[in-house]
């Protein structure tokens, strides 16, 4: 049972949570679309006549934009930037997306990938299907910005619904191993179906492979959502009266003391230096996560000489507050003995308190406590009560050894498909940081070795259906 999720010394440690240092999503184990990382039409063909237009004409807008077009498209790009850039200012989704791929390929410019994104995300903005499949893939490759899964994948599902059928294709990838989704093959092959349809490459072939995988009723049901699927609508807002701002992101206000959210973009930065004396001024003024956070830079030494007496005084002050997090990570404390004599019932106590307020890490670390036996009767029943309390908030260590306990039949009777439905779960929402996730793929993989399709049929439609449940 031990090799099935992570030792509980190693599980609790990890699971000392610091507030706002995000990490990437599920990366996919391989991705076969990465070199088709590009939406834009082939360049190189013969340049066509330009359209002429005076410059009273009311229709010379569109026709710079399709000069604009045609010129990019025969490889003239100084031209193409000439007459799509005011285009794109003035807010043209088709002229704000070439500006874009002109960016990230840098032609006819420098090559910028932060520009590109903007200016992508301006026309995506604006439910413009080709420029939210590039979108996508900037998200995916982490262009631009940090990788983030769940983000391409909303992307592509937006331009995918529109009927863009690279993005339809896409998709189907994502469903069928799962990336930042739980593995649904139902899903995969509708998306692979509606992209064949439209004879995109590669997709009849996957279609068909994932098809192998399918029960006959799992492909009736996908090829009834595949003829039941209708494609959303995209209405180009044009030209409009003024040129777009530098910056499309408004301002996020929030509750938080001035400079709180600015220490945890210095911390996320790695400068520990500036994060620190951010969170010390807050923590010094009584701000709880601020104290959380300080503790977290103490025990990690980041920033600071490691130091688990002064980590230990933060969570403390934190945590006798009611922070749910601090008091999370002085029960991971009293368990090591960091700071302190290892205590079980102090641990216990701080975990209680935790997770009373229906905090996920908590619950699961207060589960793995009664698997141990330590300070507390052995009860594997116990375990799994928690365990799935932690579960259904999504919490994927939760979710993967809740999995385990399926697997093996301890605290519950054994059962495959809720086993793979948990693992299915886990996995998809496991950053690709995170050690689990390589497991976790793993054990999902090699347990629908053992089951029968319509096992894993209904597994999938357990996880496609499973919604998360909010803190008690």
Same mark, same amino acid.
């Given at each position: 049972m031990v090799k099935k999720f992570p030792a509980l010394l190693a599980l609790i440690i990890a699971s000392i949570p610091f507030i706002l240092v995000a990490e990437p999503n599920a990366a996919p184990k391989v991705n076969p679309f990465e070199q088709f990382d590009s939406s834009e039409p082939l360049a190189g063909a013969a340049k066509p006549a330009p359209l002429a237009a005076s410059s009273d004409?009311?229709?010379?807008?569109?026709?710079?934009?399709?000069?604009?077009?045609?010129?990019?498209?025969?490889?003239?790009?100084?031209?193409?930037?000439?007459?799509?850039?005011?285009?794109?200012?003035?807010?043209?989704?088709?002229?704000?997306?070439?500006?874009?791929?002109?960016?990230?390929?840098?032609?006819?410019?420098?090559?910028?990938?932060?520009?590109?994104?903007?200016?992508?995300?301006?026309?995506?903005?604006?439910?413009y299907a080709v420029a939210q499949s590039s979108l996508g893939f900037m998200y995916f490759g982490?262009?631009?910005?940090?990788?983030?899964?769940?983000? =391409?994948?909303?992307? /592509? &599902? *937006?331009?995918? @619904?529109? #009927?863009?059928?690279? %993005? !339809?294709?896409? $998709? +189907?990838?994502?469903?069928m191993s799962g990336w930042s989704v739980p593995q649904d093959y139902v899903t995969a092959h509708m998306w692979l179906n509606l992209s064949a349809a439209q004879g995109f490459p590669f997709a009849t072939k996957d279609r068909d492979a994932v098809a192998a995988l399918m029960t006959a009723a799992q492909i009736a049901e996908a090829h009834k959502l595949a003829s039941n699927w209708k494609p959303t609508t995209h209405v180009d807002r044009g030209i409009v009266?003024?040129?777009?701002?530098?910056?499309?992101?408004?301002?996020?206000?929030?509750?938080?003391?001035?400079?709180?959210?600015?220490?945890?973009?210095?911390?996320?930065?790695?400068?520990?230096?500036? =994060?620190?004396?951010? /969170? &010390? *001024?807050?923590? @010094?003024? #009584?701000?709880?996560? %601020? !104290?959380?956070? $300080? +503790?977290?830079?103490y025990f990690d030494g980041r920033g600071v000489p490691q130091g688990y007496v002064e980590a230990l005084k933060w969570f403390r002050l934190a945590a006798n507050q009611g922070d749910a997090n601090a008091q999370t990570s002085l029960g991971a404390m009293y368990v090591e003995g960091h700071g302190v004599p290892q205590d079980y019932a102090a641990a216990l106590s701080w975990y209680r308190l935790a997770a009373d307020q229906g905090y996920a890490v908590a619950e699961m670390n207060l589960g793995a406590m009664y698997l141990k036996g330590w300070g507390v009767p052995q009860d594997s029943g116990v375990t799994?009560?928690?365990?799935?309390?932690?579960?259904?908030?999504?919490?994927?260590? =939760?979710?993967?050894?809740?999995?385990?306990?399926?697997?093996? #039949?301890?605290?519950?009777?054994?059962?495959?498909?809720?086993?793979?439905?948990?693992?299915?779960?886990?996995?998809?929402?496991?950053?690709?940081?995170?050690?689990?996730?390589?497991?976790?793929?793993?054990?999902?993989?090699?347990?629908?070795?053992?089951?029968?399709?319509?096992?894993?049929?209904?597994?999938?439609?357990?996880?496609?259906?499973?919604?998360?449940?909010?803190?008690?």
């Open positions: 004409d009311p229709f010379k807008p569109i026709i710079d934009s399709a000069n604009g077009v045609a010129a990019y498209e025969s490889g003239d790009y100084t031209t193409a930037l000439q007459l799509l850039r005011p285009l794109a200012e003035h807010g043209s989704s088709e002229a704000q997306f070439y500006l874009g791929l002109m960016y990230r390929e840098g032609k006819g410019i420098t090559q910028d990938y932060v520009e590109a994104v903007r200016w992508f995300r301006l026309s995506a903005d604006q439910g982490g262009k631009g910005f940090p990788r983030n899964f769940v983000e =391409a994948v909303k992307w /592509f &599902r *937006l331009a995918a @619904d529109q #009927g863009a059928a690279r %993005a !339809q294709w896409v $998709l +189907g990838h994502v469903y009266g003024q040129p777009t701002s530098g910056s499309h992101a408004g301002k996020i206000l929030t509750d938080e003391p001035s400079g709180f959210q600015d220490a945890a973009a210095a911390y996320n930065k790695g400068d520990y230096a500036t =994060a620190l004396r951010l /969170f &010390r *001024l807050l923590a @010094d003024r #009584g701000y709880s996560p %601020a !104290q959380n956070n $300080l +503790g977290r830079m799994v009560r928690w365990y799935r309390l932690a579960a259904d908030q999504g919490y994927p260590d =939760a979710q993967f050894a809740l999995g385990a306990l399926y697997e093996d #039949g301890v605290g519950v009777p054994k059962d495959f498909v809720h086993a793979h439905m948990w693992y299915n779960l886990a996995y998809s929402l496991y950053p690709a940081s995170d050690a689990n996730s390589d497991q976790t793929y793993e054990f999902r993989d090699k347990l629908a070795k053992r089951m029968s399709p319509e096992q894993v049929a209904e597994a999938q439609k357990l996880a496609r259906e499973w919604k998360p449940k909010s803190a008690r």
